[in-house]
T-cell receptor
Framework: KQEVTQIPAALSVPEGENLVLNCSFT??????LQWFRQDPGKGLTSLLL?????REQTSGRLNASLDKSSGRSTLYIAASQPGDSATYLC??????????FGTGTQLKVEL | DAGITQSPRYKITETGRQVTLMCHQT?????MFWYRQDLGHGLRLIYY???????DKGEVSDGYVVSRSKTENFPLTLESATRSQTSVYFC??????????????FGNGTRLTVT
């Protein structure tokens, strides 16, 4: 059974800092890995999707990497802003297009 | 507007009642999913559907029923609600049937309380 772990569970940083969120998974037989953002009381918004054959994806200040063989992904956020405060979740896609989610990292960016 | 819509946003019901949560998407996505989100458990898959009239169980399907007679709708029914089904329920959809590389789009959720 696939298990996805995210460390740390919570993170507080000052504005402007670069930061890294970690995601690990136990079964490397995945089709892709997605990073999501969730704001309080809202659904999840897809940030980046890395296909299993890719090593990284970038969108603006976000960069996600994937090392399938070691079962790890990182989400790098450059020059963090208070608007980046949210919970970040990673999820891996296995057979049947089903996703397994991590429990998230709650990020707070302080002024 | 294109998107995925869940209704109601909030629902309070009593133990033993039947309740249906609605989900509607306007993209004609093939895949649709129901998740529940609970503290300490994260998001867990209840049911999913690869196309109209094709559904399959997820990891926490007991006590739930789904149907998908039309591509755009995927209602979730709690046949006899229990307190353990108090949760936030999310509907999601993704891409075309042949692609495993379409991002997942979520609705804003339904917060269900069973008293």
């Amino acid at each position: 059974k696939q298990e996805v772990t995210q460390i740390p569970a919570a993170l507080s940083v000052p504005e402007g800092e670069n930061l890294v969120l970690n995601c690990s998974f136990t079964d490397s037989a995945i089709y892709n890995l997605q990073w999501f953002r969730q704001d309080p009381g809202k659904g999840l918004t897809s940030l980046l999707l890395i296909q299993s054959s890719q090593r990284e994806q970038t969108s603006g200040r976000l960069n996600a990497s994937l090392d399938k063989s070691s079962g790890r992904s990182t989400l790098y956020i450059a020059a963090s802003q208070p608007g980046d405060s949210a919970t970040y979740l990673c999820a891996v896609t296995g057979g049947g297009n089903k996703l397994t989610f991590g429990t998230g990292t709650q990020l707070k960016v302080e002024l | 507007d294109a998107g995925i819509t869940q209704s109601p946003r909030y629902k309070i019901t009593e133990t033993g009642r039947q309740v249906t949560l609605m989900c509607h998407q306007t993209w004609s996505h093939s895949y649709m999913f129901w998740y529940r989100q609970d503290l300490g458990h994260g998001l867990r898959l209840i049911y999913y559907s690869a196309a109209a009239d094709i559904t399959d169980k997820g990891e926490v399907s007991d006590g739930y029923v789904v149907s998908r007679s039309k591509t755009e709708n995927f209602p979730l029914t709690l046949e006899s609600a229990t307190r353990s089904q108090t949760s936030v329920y999310f509907c999601a959809s993704s891409g075309d049937r042949s692609s495993y590389n379409s991002p997942l789009h979520f609705g804003n959720g339904t917060r269900l309380t069973v008293t």
